[in-house]
């Protein structure tokens, strides 16, 4: 006869609550079996061999001949029943937020409660739109979608780690990362699909018919119910039978059930409401759906991602976030089922945030001189800015150290932002275009179509606003009142990057190379960083200005598709209000490029049609070619 050692005491299970089968008669020795699951008892188990492992865990003695009877013909569901009449529910321990962050999060570099900076206000709206209403008959479905690097996954982790956290310790909140989820295996059989497997049978490549409907596709349910199976399975070490997970409404109620006995939750507990939280979405986020169409939206079918999140039944809440995690916030017959909120995106850091992150969250040592070009290079991006700490082999980063150290460790910052930020050739033209409108302030808003130079359009040319620049992580829209700015790191688009687009593409010369711009992109130039003087400093920065007037020009020619661009328009704000009076007058055409002229020159060595630099040793630096509107022929 086979005898069970039991490993529990009196007073505690283990959390997963699993004995080891010790065999006098061969049986393995790591083979396991869960004491509230019956089926995963030996199936020769007897009367005695059940009271030994239980014995002392009863409030009130069994049948054990009964338990046995019931075990030999498989009635594992009485089983079960039974043992949750007769066992003790022993206090368990809170379920620990750091291990299960680290399990199912990517990013374990921070701490999860690591202070953030500058995203109270996105903080404030993500909790206003997960608050529910009483009486609601809707889901919340709160989204962000930001550029890579933008600190999406410390914001999450923090979130829960901060604002959810009695919920979390709790097993009511669900964190997954979909670039781990698409490599997991279902932890109840090896056999069966993953949630996200099943989510993904419902993309458009096995496409049926399109129908127009509301209701969520039934492998959406499919995916969310087995989330949550095994997610409950993860938290209380039990296994989950599948008929209480059939559907989005009853697997949410066994969710609450299972886990309010586990951790002996009661009425009165706060701030332990069911919540989903999905990061990196940017899979589910561009695979459509294969019936699911928006019928407010001219036939536009559905995401994954929007099914999924229409999978969650009223008046539960779930956050998702990615580079493209956009839900359509606009469809009428979507909002009559949820409450969709877009939290905005993760700015870029500020100068300030950026300091204050050294300094109160990152702990970091960094040499003051070097902290506002690494800003600058970073775009504020907080991955960026992170990496610049990265350690090279003489134990000598590019943020602190030596200014030999400085620009010993540039080419290897450089080299690592751009394996970061790779460009899709497809987009390269526009990305320019981004770098030019980033590196001169140019106010845009976010669905103005990105105007490209007319040399590099071909039959393959897509359009592309900024809004979709962002889902293509090409760089930040970063939101003012009115018209704003987009942002794009310089350090992830340099020289060699795009002589390499220019070549693969088939395209002609750019007519400003992103280190005109931005001088210390080019490593000769950084070698000399901190040591050239304000002579030599003033030359190089100079320069860059007169790019910057030719890429102001360049933007409005392309957009506006004429050579005589108003002064104003080049200027834009950066015009004296005294001044604004005299320069209305005058237009511009630099149509022929930068002339750059050496030795001693003067004004009558200016070119027509072109933006002459002279050098700072002539009497002006620069000439601009222009000509009063007056003078313009009238147009036949």
Known sequence: MMRVRRMVSHAVFPRRMLATVSTL??????QTWILQDPKTWPQDWTAADI?????????????????ALLLKSGDYNTLAVLLKVHCETPVKDRYDVVKYLNEYIDNNEEPADMKLQERDDVLAKLESALSTQPGSEKRNVAFS????????????KYFVATRRKEALQYGRVIVRCCAKAIYEKNK????????????????????????????????????????????VFDVTGIRQDPSNYCDPKTAYATWMNETARHFNINSETNDVAPLIVLDTC?????ELHNTLVHKSSTGKPYTLLEAF???????????VVGCNAQIASTDAVLLTKANVTNIGPLPPLSMEGYKKALDESWNSKIDPQVREPIFHWAGGLPRLLKIAEKKEPQQNSLASGSFSAFSRCFESYKASAGSLYPLQPTWFSQAYTSLLVSSTKVKVTKNDVIPINPKWKDATTQPLTYDEAVHNSIGSYIQGKGKSTFMVPPITFDDEMLTKLLKVMHKCNAPIMPSQLHPFLDGQVS???????ATERGRIFEKAFVYAVFARYLLAHWEKKDKWIPFSTVFEGA???KQKVVVQDYEVNLSEGVMELDGIKFYHDAKALFLTYLGGSSHHDAYIWCRKTSSRTPKG
Not at 145 to 156: A, E, I, P, V
Not at 309 to 319: D, F, R, T
Request: charged content about 15%; glycine content about 8%; proline content about 5%.
């Open 145 to 156: 979608y930001s550029q890579r690097g933008s600190g999406k996954t410390q914001f999450l």
């Open 188 to 231: 109840h059989s090896l056999s069966e699909m993953s949630w996200y497997s099943l989510v993904l049978k419902d993309r458009a490549a096995q496409t049926t018919s399109p129908a127009t409907v509301v209701a969520a596709a039934s492998s959406s349910d499919e995916g969310l119910c087995e989330l949550i199976r095994t997610h």
């Open 282 to 286: 940017e899979l589910l986020g561009q």
């Open 51 to 67: 009271k030994n492992a239980y014995e002392g865990l009863f409030t009130k003695q069994p049948n054990y001949e009964s338990l």
């Open 25 to 30: 008669t061969g049986i393995a020795a790591h």
């Open 309 to 319: 999140c229409l999978a969650v039944p009223s008046p539960h809440g779930i956050v």
């Open 527 to 533: 070698l000399h960083f901190g040591k050239d003087n």
């Open 575 to 577: 015009i004296h209000p």
